[in-house]
């Protein structure tokens, strides 16, 4: 079985700020993990995520995350936090043979100017 | 090259009634998920097809099924509807059945059961 949990439902920063998105797994086979986004009233877009290989994955809008087996993490991070991140985050856990996403609860990101 | 289509984006129904929500994937992806959300219970999988095969099932009781085509819409029913399946109804498309190709989601199908 798999599961993901996402520590803080809420997420405030300032405008400039490091965002950072904490996200923990369980598998019992080796994962692949996945951060999406969401704005209100829409899908979920793809930021990044990890298959195999580098365990630092580079995402779009200036995301990334490193997953850390020995930690079962796989945080989200961003340098410089914008106006435009404001939205809720989803960390995702998959077996690779199958097209099934495990979810987390969600982060909500507020970013202050 | 046109996104997920999901139809129709909202939709208000009546308890007991039985509604069906349709999802046109990518061009040329032949995996559907299918998955609900809801403020209480989070994203949770439903289904998932490929090439008109049901490859794998979530916890949901048999009131809600779906189906794929040859051309690989998928459809999902639920019947007897509840106050709980109020919920957005998002669907994925992928280019096949792993998950090292890229789910893309849809909009969404917005329920609301009254």
């Known amino acids: 079985a798999q599961s993901v949990t996402q520590l803080g439902s809420h997420v405030s920063v300032s405008e400039g700020a490091l965002v950072l998105l904490r996200c923990n797994y369980s598998?019992?086979?080796?994962?692949?993990l996945f951060w999406y986004v969401q704005y209100p009233n829409q899908g979920l877009q793809l930021l990044l995520k990890?298959?195999?290989?580098?365990?630092l994955v580079k995402g779009i809008n200036g995301f990334e995350a490193e997953f850390k087996k020995s930690e079962t993490s796989f945080h989200l991070t961003k340098p410089s936090a914008h106006m435009s991140d404001a939205a809720e985050y989803f960390c995702?856990?998959?077996?690779?043979?199958?097209?099934?996403?495990?979810f987390g609860t969600g982060t909500r990101l507020l970013v202050s100017p | 090259k046109a996104g997920v289509t999901q139809t129709p984006r909202y939709l208000i129904k009546t308890r007991g009634q039985q509604v069906t929500l349709s999802c046109s994937p990518i061009?040329?992806?032949?995996?559907v998920s299918w998955y609900q959300q809801t403020p209480g219970q989070g994203l949770q999988f439903l289904f998932e097809?490929?090439?008109?095969?049901?490859?794998n099932k979530g916890n949901f009781p048999g009131r809600f099924s779906g189906r794929q085509f040859s051309n690989s819409r998928s459809e999902m029913n639920v019947s007897t509807l509840e106050l709980g399946d109020s919920a957005l109804y998002l669907c994925?498309?992928?280019?096949?059945?792993?998950?090292?190709?890229?789910?893309?989601f849809g909009q969404g199908t917005r329920l609301t059961v009254v």
């Open positions: 097809y490929f090439s008109e095969t049901q490859r």
């Open positions: 598998s019992s086979v080796p994962p692949y």
């Open positions: 061009s040329g992806h032949r995996s």
């Open positions: 994925a498309s992928s280019a096949g059945p792993g998950s090292n190709t890229e789910a893309f």
């Open positions: 990890y298959t195999t290989g580098a365990t």
């Open positions: 995702a856990v998959s077996d690779p043979s199958f097209q099934k996403l495990v």
